[in-house]
């Protein structure tokens, strides 16, 4: 089955299976991206992986995007999952606005979301709900901000030892 | 026997030992920090903490151009950079549309299969090393360095190299470092096997590493283990395989499995694979395609010194890459390739502009230490130090 194929195949089937809560997709590059309702993710993940015929049992990874221009849904994650047996790679997002960041957490699917999860959790700030230790993983504890979000610069602003009066940085 | 049952306390009255082990710990190779929960020497619980060396890679991506990130791809898993290198290159080729000429791509298979090889060296000595088999660190480290030294002919560096281009190559194999290759390509089977035969069967190796730090298939899928740490555990999943990057559909190899999981699996698979890699070198030797080293797309590939002092075009083009001033088409891209440690993704989302607007790296190391716990909960605290170095947790990439 290629991209396109495989993309159709999956529309029909969540589209039968969760109606209106699967919202759409399209392909970029080799991936068929499928995007849906964020409250329904962990259903979606459940019926991708238990589903014999679908059977995407591995989760490749995960990420957050933070798109503050994209108004309305400011934050999205992405979930890669890989069907080893018959090579089929697929991204799922859900898309989300910024003052709502609570996502449902998908490590009872799969152990290896804990720290993927805790990752994006302090990169931009998702709350992971059911998550059984949401805590920052890279960063130190004290931080006060999610770096990876658009409105923080590369350097902390608050330094003030660094003069651009002369050269620019 | 019996007459010292007193002596053991009830579960109720127990006193746990809290044993930290690292962030600097000698035998950890690496910042690594983990605390143990201690019953005597058997290891109850145990909480790792990651991120000493967190520098922030995803950020600092957002703010350079495509050619300026390699330097850091350098650093996520600094035994086998090479391949880290041309895995971002590939990624940003897809993002372009660019097709890589067959001796560029054959370059770059023997480039990373030294690289696998330098990887495997580091991983399977260390294992030696922790296991009092201190020979192998000493005599088989050697061949790390005879692959560095072809790097070094190659591109100019040693271990954060930097190799190759977006496009290809930055140049081709010199006369001396296909020599030192071909030296190398003689010299390499014999330490292998002097190295095999030295650990492979030693009874104290044996009884020391199997059944250490176990993990059944199953578990280690959930948990996403890629490489060779989850072939060990008896699955067959390989991307130079699964997804062909590099033309690695021309050569003729297997992907050798374990059956239990442990540190003998995890050693004996890696110490397979050199083998594997070795006789892809050699294919890539005699089927050595002729022509370019490099695609035809000057707006991406940095140009050679000389033509950017003597030509037009050439001092063009350099100050718009440089500059980071090409037109990247707008997209989402991810691409894989099998590094030393297992699937290492690149996401990237281009929004055209001269920087990714997202990068995100799939570091395998990062995904599968979380089962660390579990493997060496309920074993002997020795028996942690083999199974973290079995497992080839690179500190950096850990924490990126």
């Not at chain 2, 442990?262 to 698979?269: A, E, I, L, S």
Request: with cysteine; net charge negative.
């Amino acid at each position: 089955m290629n991209t396109t194929e495989l993309f159709d195949h999956l529309s029909e089937k969540l589209k039968s299976q969760f109606g209106d809560d699967f919202i759409g997709g399209e392909i970029q590059y080799d991936f068929p991206v499928l995007i849906v309702e964020k409250k329904r993710i962990i259903d979606v993940l459940q019926f991708l992986k238990t589903t014999p015929e679908l059977n995407f049992n591995f989760l490749t990874t995960l990420c957050g995007i933070h798109m503050p221009e994209n108004k309305g849904s400011e934050l999205a994650v992405m979930y890669q999952l890989h069907n080893m047996v018959e090579n089929w790679r697929i991204r799922v997002k859900i898309f989300m606005e910024d003052g709502d960041t609570k996502v449902p957490s998908v490590t009872s699917i799969w152990p290896a979301a804990n720290w993927m999860e805790r990752q994006e959790y302090d990169f931009f700030g998702f709350k992971f709900v059911g998550h059984p230790d949401l805590r920052r993983i890279l960063n130190m504890d004290e931080m006060n901000y999610f770096p990876m979000r658009k409105e923080y610069p590369l350097e902390d602003g608050s330094r003030d030892d660094k003069n651009d009066k002369m050269f620019g940085r | 026997m019996s007459t010292h049952n007193h002596l053991i306390k009830p579960e109720a009255e127990k006193e746990y030992n809290i044993l930290n082990l690292g962030p600097t710990h000698p035998a950890t190779h690496g910042i690594f920090q983990n605390i143990l929960k201690m019953d005597g020497e058997i290891i109850m619980h145990a909480e790792p903490t990651v991120g000493y060396i967190h520098r922030a890679f995803e950020k600092i991506a957002e703010y350079r151009p495509y050619n300026q990130i390699t330097p850091l791809t350098d650093r996520l898993n600094y035994c086998s950079s090479p391949i880290n290198n041309m895995g971002w290159h590939m990624t940003v080729e897809k993002l372009i549309g660019c097709e890589v000429p067959k001796r560029a791509d054959y370059l770059r298979v023997i480039i990373m299969e030294l690289s696998r090889i330098a990887d495997h060296v580091i991983c399977t000595t260390i294992i030696g090393q922790d296991t009092g088999a201190t020979t192998g660190f000493l005599y088989f480290f050697q061949m790390r360095e005879k692959i560095y030294e072809i790097f070094e002919e190659v591109c100019g560096a040693r271990l954060t190299t930097n190799i190759g281009r977006v496009g290809g190559m930055e140049r081709d194999f010199s006369e001396v470092a296909w020599a030192k290759l071909k030296i190398f390509m003689v010299e390499f089977p014999k330490f292998l096997k002097e190295f095999q035969s030295l650990i492979e069967r030693n009874r104290i190796f044996m009884d020391r590493t199997i059944d250490c730090g176990p993990i059944t298939g199953e578990r280690a899928l959930a948990y996403g283990f890629t490489g060779p740490n989850l072939r060990a555990a008896g699955i067959d999943y390989d991307v130079r395989v699964a997804n062909p990057f590099s033309s690695y559909q021309d050569f003729d190899f297997s992907i050798p499995i374990g059956s239990n999981g442990d540190t003998y699996d995890r050693f004996m698979v890696r110490i397979q694979e050199m083998w594997e890699s070795v006789s892809i070198i050699k294919q890539a030797l005699d089927k050595m395609p002729t022509g370019e080293f490099h695609a035809d797309v000057p707006e991406f590939y940095l140009p050679n010194k000389e033509d950017v002092y003597s030509k037009m075009e050439a001092l063009i083009y350099h100050f718009k890459i440089v500059m980071g001033e090409m037109d990247v088409p707008k997209g989402e891209v991810y691409h894989s390739v099998e590094g030393g440690n297992g699937e290492l993704g690149f996401y990237l989302i281009s929004d055209g502009n001269r920087s990714p607007f997202r990068l995100h790296f799939r570091r395998p190391c990062f995904i599968y230490y979380q089962a660390y716990p579990e493997m060496i909960t309920g074993g002997l605290l020795s028996d942690a130090i083999l199974t973290m170095s079995s497992m080839n947790v690179i500190a950096g990439e850990l924490d990126a």
